[in-house]
Structure formats: structure tokens, C-alpha cells
């Protein structure tokens, strides 16, 4: 290969079916670096060599990702996603221009040759295989076992309940931050070097929202402090709200959440202390998590009404107490002139899923149970 070229068994099970069968062997003949088995290069753990440059590269690659940073924490690697087999071909062409329809590359005789259409085997002939998968059982009687956790760990903490709701109305709640656009997981709850500490609920909500837009600004990571008026980074502002027992409210766009199915994403706002979301339009299972986490998920029933949120608002929930299936919500959003609007907020709660929200969490509500 004219490229590095590397490949990601993925799991134990397929690293071993592919040596039994000999596919491993094929891959070193080409200097294939083989990488461990696990997601690492797709959800951005790649320590890739020269990455720290930051200089403007390309990566082709057959993984389901392509934001910025995402892949080795250089915000100049371009990366495009395509077939294995066009990785393949381009690695060993290195050219990115290489179309192998057309174009032909020179053998070690000097020859003009070109690639046979790709063939192979869809599954395994002889089935998958695996000496070791990795899996460890559970203790049948689990009463007595003790999960022991560092107190001054970094990468691991005990889970605590959230607390449960009040029974009154949320009022003096702050606006965090208004989203514009795109508003994925990854902006949520970025993965890459963040993923360390996904044990550790605190540490990893210093990622929260930090990759979206402020719509007031443009900037990323940038949201207005209320209670100071500094601007500041978002987890930052949160903590602040968060310490002086003020409510907070996120707002974003269309399709907000989309992406990864990150419960991370859904806990690091309730951890801080967001209580709702209200959003144009929210992708179907980062609703779900908000749900189970005990938070409000709300959507604008006048998509319209987005534009009247402005940055120094503050928000009352107007009839929560009557919170239901099927009946809208009503928050007041309060604005620094002293006007109100008054917005009207849809929501897709069932009966179970307020129960979630009354206990705290979905959780908490098994528990109780």
C-alpha cells in the first residue's frame, strides 16, 4: 500500500475467525497494521501518529463517523466514509482520485494492472469461533458483593439517585444555552479523549454541550454566566447555576440528539441540574434517554416560537403541576426588558414515563418498586 493502511477486528470473536481462516495473514502480507479489537478508531480513540501536527490530511475509512476531530483529535483530518473494499483500493492506489474502473497501477514487472471486482465470502464457511469471548459470569447469589470504588479515582464513580420532583411548578429557571443547527450527541457529549471517563459521571459532564452552537454568539463552548454576566465555558456556567440552586433550560433545533445512542448525553445535563430541553424537533431515542433520566423533553409547538427566546431570558413553567399525557405545556420565558412570552410546548410523556419523571428517573421508579 501507497497509504497506512490498518483494519479493526472489532471484537475477540472476529479476530479469531479471521485468523483460523487465514484473512489476518492476507492483511500482514500488505503491512496491514491490525488494530486491537474494539471501537476504538471509529469513536475517536486512535492514537495516530502525526495527529498532533494538526496538518490538513485525509482519512478514508469504512466506520459510520466523520466530525470533525472525531477520528484523532485533529481538527484538520478530513475523513469520507465508502466501502471496505474501496479503502482497500485506495490505500494500496494511495491516491484519492483513484477510480479502479478506469485506472490501472504499476507491478513489481513494471506491468499496467488492475484490480479484479471484489469477491469473497459473505459470512464464514466454517461459522464464527472463539476460544476466550471475554465474558465473565455474574455471581449467582449477588447479595453480598460489594462494588468498592476509589473515592479519589477520576475514571470511576458510584452512581447516586437523582432526586425526584417536587410536586410544584419550575420557576427562575435560566436559559444555558439556545442551539443553532446540528445539535448531535457528539455535540452533547463529545467521545474521543473524553471517553475515559465514562465511569465517572462528574468528570465526563465537563464535556456537556460543549461542541454546539450558541446561537447569540456563533461560538462554540461559549454561553452568557446570568448571574455574573461573563461569558464562560458551558459545563462552567452550569456548575454555577447548578451551586447556586438555579434551574436551567437547554433549547435547540431540529433533530436535536441525533446520532449515538449516548445515555451520557441524557445524564451529564440532568447531573448538572438542566431540567428540561425544548427543542423544534428531538431524534427519537435521545428523547427516550431525557425520559429516563427524568428530565422534561419539550418540543415548540410553533417552531416559530424559537426565535423569541433570547439570551438573557428567564423561564417559569406555568401549569406543570398538571403535567399529563397529551396536554401541553406552558412556560413563561421572562425577558430582560421586563416583556413576556408566553410559548406553548408539546411533549409525547405517557402516564409511565410521568411516573419517571415524578421519581426522578426511571430508575429510581424500579427501585421503588
Same mark, same amino acid.
Given at each position: 500500500?501507497?497509504?497506512?493502511?490498518?483494519?479493526?477486528?472489532?471484537?475477540?470473536q472476529?479476530?479469531?475467525?479471521?485468523?483460523?481462516?487465514?484473512?489476518?495473514?492476507?492483511?500482514?502480507?500488505?503491512?496491514?497494521k491490525?488494530?486491537?479489537?474494539?471501537?476504538?478508531?471509529?469513536?475517536?480513540?486512535?492514537d495516530?501518529?502525526?495527529a498532533?501536527?494538526?496538518?490538513?490530511?485525509?482519512?478514508?475509512?469504512?466506520?459510520?463517523?466523520?466530525f470533525?476531530?472525531?477520528?484523532?483529535?485533529?481538527?484538520n483530518?478530513?475523513?469520507?466514509?465508502?466501502?471496505?473494499?474501496?479503502?482497500?483500493?485506495?490505500?494500496?492506489?494511495?491516491?484519492?482520485?483513484?477510480?479502479?474502473?478506469?485506472?490501472?497501477?504499476?507491478?513489481?514487472?513494471?506491468?499496467?494492472?488492475?484490480?479484479?471486482?471484489?469477491?469473497?465470502?459473505?459470512?464464514?464457511?466454517?461459522?464464527f469461533?472463539?476460544?476466550?469471548?471475554g465474558?465473565?459470569?455474574?455471581?449467582?447469589d449477588?447479595?453480598?458483593?460489594?462494588?468498592?470504588?476509589?473515592?479519589?479515582?477520576?475514571?470511576?464513580?458510584?452512581?447516586?439517585?437523582?432526586?425526584?420532583?417536587d410536586g410544584k411548578?419550575?420557576?427562575?429557571?435560566?436559559?444555558?444555552?439556545?442551539?443553532?443547527?446540528?445539535?448531535?450527541?457528539d455535540?452533547?457529549?463529545m467521545?474521543?479523549?473524553?471517553l475515559?471517563?465514562? %465511569?465517572?459521571? /462528574?468528570? @465526563?459532564?465537563? =464535556?456537556?454541550?460543549?461542541? $454546539?452552537?450558541?446561537?447569540?454568539?456563533? *461560538?462554540?463552548? +461559549?454561553?452568557?454566566?446570568?448571574?455574573?454576566?461573563?461569558?464562560?465555558?458551558?459545563?462552567?456556567?452550569?456548575?454555577a447555576?447548578?451551586?447556586?440552586?438555579v434551574?436551567?433550560?437547554v433549547?435547540?433545533?431540529?433533530?436535536?440528539?441525533?446520532?449515538?445512542?449516548?445515555?451520557?448525553?441524557?445524564?451529564?445535563?440532568?447531573?448538572l441540574?438542566?431540567?428540561?430541553?425544548?427543542?423544534?424537533?428531538?431524534?427519537?431515542?435521545?428523547?427516550?434517554?431525557?425520559k429516563?433520566q427524568?428530565?422534561?423533553?419539550?418540543?415548540?409547538?410553533?417552531?416559530?416560537?424559537?426565535?423569541?427566546?433570547?439570551?438573557?431570558?428567564?423561564?417559569?413553567?406555568?401549569?406543570?403541576?398538571?403535567?399529563?399525557?397529551?396536554?401541553?405545556?406552558?412556560?413563561?420565558?421572562?425577558?430582560?426588558? %421586563?416583556?413576556? /412570552?408566553? @410559548?406553548?410546548? =408539546?411533549?409525547?410523556?405517557? $402516564?409511565?414515563?410521568?411516573?419517571?419523571? *415524578?421519581?426522578? +428517573?426511571?430508575?429510581?421508579?424500579?427501585?421503588?418498586?
Open positions: 500500500p501507497k497509504a497506512s493502511f490498518g483494519i479493526n477486528p472489532g471484537s475477540e472476529i479476530r479469531y475467525t479471521i485468523e483460523r481462516d487465514g484473512i489476518i495473514d492476507t492483511f500482514k502480507q500488505l503491512s496491514t491490525v488494530f486491537t479489537n474494539a471501537c476504538g478508531p471509529c469513536i475517536g480513540q486512535w495516530r501518529e502525526g498532533e501536527k494538526q496538518e490538513k490530511n485525509t482519512i478514508v475509512h469504512s466506520f459510520n463517523r466523520n470533525s476531530k472525531r477520528a484523532d483529535g485533529n481538527p483530518t478530513h475523513a469520507f466514509v465508502t466501502s471496505p473494499e474501496m479503502v482497500a483500493m485506495l490505500a494500496i492506489a494511495g491516491r484519492l482520485d483513484f477510480n479502479p474502473l478506469t485506472d490501472t497501477l504499476i507491478n513489481d514487472k513494471g506491468e499496467e494492472v488492475r484490480f479484479k471486482p471484489p469477491y469473497g465470502e459473505e459470512l464464514p464457511t466454517k461459522g469461533a472463539v476460544d476466550d469471548p465474558y465473565q459470569a455474574p455471581a449467582k449477588g447479595s453480598n458483593v460489594e462494588v468498592v470504588v476509589s473515592p479519589t479515582s477520576n475514571r470511576l464513580q458510584l452512581l447516586a439517585p437523582f432526586a425526584p420532583w411548578n419550575i420557576t427562575g429557571a435560566k436559559l444555558l444555552i439556545k442551539a443553532q443547527g446540528k445539535c448531535t450527541t455535540h452533547i457529549s467521545a474521543g479523549p473524553w475515559r471517563f465514562r %465511569g465517572h459521571l /462528574d468528570n @465526563i459532564s465537563n =464535556n456537556m454541550l460543549i461542541g $454546539a452552537v450558541n446561537a447569540f454568539n456563533g *461560538k462554540t463552548n +461559549s454561553v452568557k454566566n446570568q448571574l455574573t454576566g461573563a461569558y464562560d465555558e458551558v459545563p462552567k456556567v452550569q456548575r447555576y447548578k451551586a447556586a440552586g434551574p436551567s433550560i433549547v435547540g433545533d431540529q433533530n436535536y440528539g441525533e446520532g449515538s445512542s449516548r445515555e451520557h448525553a441524557a445524564m451529564e445535563p440532568r447531573h441540574g438542566v431540567k428540561a430541553v425544548l427543542v423544534k424537533s428531538f431524534a427519537r431515542i435521545h428523547e427516550t434517554n431525557l429516563k427524568g428530565m422534561l423533553a419539550l418540543t415548540f409547538a410553533n417552531e416559530a416560537d424559537y426565535d423569541k427566546i433570547q439570551e438573557d431570558d428567564t423561564i417559569n413553567f406555568l401549569d406543570l403541576t398538571d403535567f399529563a399525557p397529551n396536554k401541553p405545556l406552558h412556560l413563561e420565558f421572562v425577558h430582560k426588558d %421586563g416583556s413576556k /412570552d408566553v @410559548i406553548t410546548c =408539546n411533549h409525547t410523556y405517557n $402516564a409511565s414515563q410521568i411516573e419517571w419523571f *415524578k421519581a426522578g +428517573s426511571a430508575l429510581n421508579l424500579i427501585a421503588k418498586n
